[in-house]
């Protein structure tokens, strides 16, 4: 199935959809020049997704899988991609950015606009500030690029934003790289979050001992050593 | 190298049974990313890499997991402050003192300096009051388990050590050890990729799967081997285990190649381009500005 283009393919539209993306990502997963994720047999799911996104948002299969990258589990454009998807896509002037504030403030911040082509209306993003990062724990993290490069940074929270609301069919609802390290920094992952309840669970501490026929538990005085109990 | 056992779970085999065991171990498949010839040379040597800092870490891996051996590996070297060298500035370069350390290490023994035996108890102090990584270790679990399973995309057969495993947490946990100078999260960051701890996560996850070993988590112990001997509990991230594994199966796919041709081949014989990292350029660049005329 191809769009008017005639270059993408609607992977899990059709059984045929599906046969021809399956031979596609195949020969894409032979390459070089795709990442990792998606070489070989492994690669292969990854790249019916990668197909599928791309036919959705009208953009080159390598163009995506070049910049979709996994953050903390989750698949995230590249902000510079975002932005290109945006400019590509001829709904709207190419997006633009107005800078606010003081320089070195925590006022000082950044919005993204651009122009409908189809009602000539001006779409203005929210203003992102110095102070948001702040607050919001984006530039307090060690190693954050807000603290070295916060004009690029701005930029491409500004974009985002901006995508998020005027066309989300190009984010596909996704975030970028840059929001989900800043959203990932500080916070445990599900399985380390599960990990720490268990730990923190006194019950569980020391190997339990259920008597079968009161049902009453018990502790054994010292903690249990080694016995091979692997739980299988 | 002896021949491996079929696979399965193997416990209380001697480190030194585990390391001969022809079978491919973390270790070896991060010096064959390297080049095959590395690899070869760490194969032929590896009982010569005890070096200090890895006594030290072998040392409080004991003290912690197996402490009924201790006695049975570890010695105190003699004691200098005694009558013997109190008289000497340099103690342990005396003949006496390195023939009475020669006797103890005939018998097999490491012989610890009395500062590393007071680090490893310290350490291990520090990690068992540690809230929850004192609860780790103490739980339901076993210490120094191997295990042997057959790759099932390259048919290689790997093995592996874990320090701990506990299935009693969430799931299941293989725990590590791992001694260090600096256990906060940015520096042991830096360890994670450097001594390849994501690729041994990676390794170690494959092997108790491919063996139903209940296991979702690598959790690793950092514990500093200095005062005051901080420790942090980490879960190696579900990402860094799949760049670990991706690294995994190019080391596994050309170790295959090496047993099958016989070929060690070391680095390239062509003329390669070096420059500078790649973060040299912003390192200098902020050096410069910094810098006043």
């Known amino acids: 199935m191809s769009d008017s283009k005639g270059t993408s393919v609607a992977v899990f539209s059709s059984d045929k959809g599906f046969e021809t993306g399956q031979r596609i990502a195949k020969a894409l997963g032979k390459s070089d020049l795709v990442p990792a994720a998606y070489k070989g047999d492994k690669g292969l799911p990854n790249t019916l997704i990668a197909l599928e996104l791309a036919s959705r948002i009208g953009a080159s299969p390598l163009m995506v899988m070049q910049n979709l990258h996994i953050i903390s589990g989750r698949p995230s454009w590249s902000s510079s991609f975002l932005i290109a998807t945006v400019n590509a896509s001829g709904k709207f002037s190419p997006l633009r950015f107005r800078y606010e504030g003081e320089l070195g403030t925590e006022g000082y911040g950044c919005?993204?606009?651009?122009?409908?082509?189809?009602?000539?209306?001006?779409?203005v993003g929210s203003l992102i500030t110095m102070r948001m990062a702040k607050d919001e724990?984006?530039?307090?993290?060690?190693?954050?690029?807000?603290?070295?490069?916060p004009e690029q940074m701005l930029m491409y929270r500004a974009a985002a934003f901006w995508t998020r609301v005027y066309a989300p069919e190009l984010s596909l609802g996704m975030h970028t790289v840059e929001e989900m390290m800043d959203i990932s920094a500080g916070r445990a992952s599900s399985a380390t979050a599960d990990l720490n309840a268990a730990l923190e669970d006194e019950g569980i501490l020391l190997a339990e001992v259920v008597d079968e026929e009161t049902g009453e538990i018990t502790e054994p005085d010292e903690p249990v050593e080694g016995n091979g109990e692997l739980g299988l | 190298m002896i021949p491996c056992p079929e696979?399965?779970?193997?416990?209380?085999?001697?480190?030194?049974?585990?390391?001969a065991w022809d079978a491919a171990s973390n270790s070896q498949l991060t010096y064959i990313l390297k080049s095959p010839a590395h690899f070869k040379a760490y194969q032929d040597t590896v009982d010569s890499f005890d070096t200090a800092a890895f006594q030290l870490g072998r040392a409080s891996h004991t003290l912690l997991f197996e402490p009924d051996l201790f006695a049975k590996e570890f010695t105190p070297e003699p004691d200098i402050t005694g009558p013997d060298f109190a008289s000497y500035a340099s103690p342990r370069s005396t003949k006496a003192y390195k023939e009475q350390v020669a006797i103890l290490e005939a018998g097999g023994l490491t012989?610890?300096?009395?500062?590393?035996?007071?680090d490893a108890n310290a350490l291990k102090d520090a990690v068992l009051a540690h809230p929850?990584?004192?609860?780790?270790?103490?739980?339901?679990?076993?210490?120094?388990?191997?295990?042997?399973?057959?790759?099932?995309?390259?048919?290689v057969v790997c093995k592996g050590r874990f320090d701990w495993h506990t299935p009693t947490y969430a799931g299941g946990a293989?725990?590590?050890?791992?001694?260090?100078v600096d256990a906060s999260p940015g520096a042991f960051e830096r360890a994670v990729f450097k001594f390849g701890y994501h690729r041994k996560g990676a390794h170690y996850l494959r092997g108790a799967r491919v063996l139903g070993i209940p296991t979702a988590h690598f959790v690793m112990i950092a514990a500093e081997k200095t005062p005051p001997y901080g420790v942090i509990l980490y879960r190696l991230m579900d990402d860094a285990v799949r760049l670990g594994e991706v690294q995994l199966d190019f080391a596994l796919a050309r170790y295959a190649e090496c047993q099958r041709t016989g070929e060690y081949p070391g680095y390239t014989t062509d003329v390669v381009d070096i420059g500078v990292p790649r973060w040299a350029d912003a390192a200098v660049e902020r050096d410069l500005e910094e810098q006043t005329i």
């Open chain 1, 111 to 123: 919005r993204a606009y651009a122009t409908d082509a189809d009602t000539g209306e001006e779409c």
């Open chain 1, 137 to 149: 724990g984006w530039s307090t993290k060690s190693g954050s690029k807000w603290k070295t490069m």
């Open chain 2, 7 to 19: 696979p399965g779970i193997y416990p209380d085999v001697p480190m030194a049974t585990y390391l």
């Open chain 2, 111 to 118: 012989v610890l300096k009395s500062g590393d035996m007071q």
């Open chain 2, 132 to 155: 929850k990584a004192g609860k780790v270790v103490q739980s339901t679990g076993q210490a120094e388990l191997s295990i042997v399973w057959v790759d099932p995309e390259t048919g």
């Open chain 2, 174 to 180: 293989v725990v590590d050890l791992k001694t260090t």
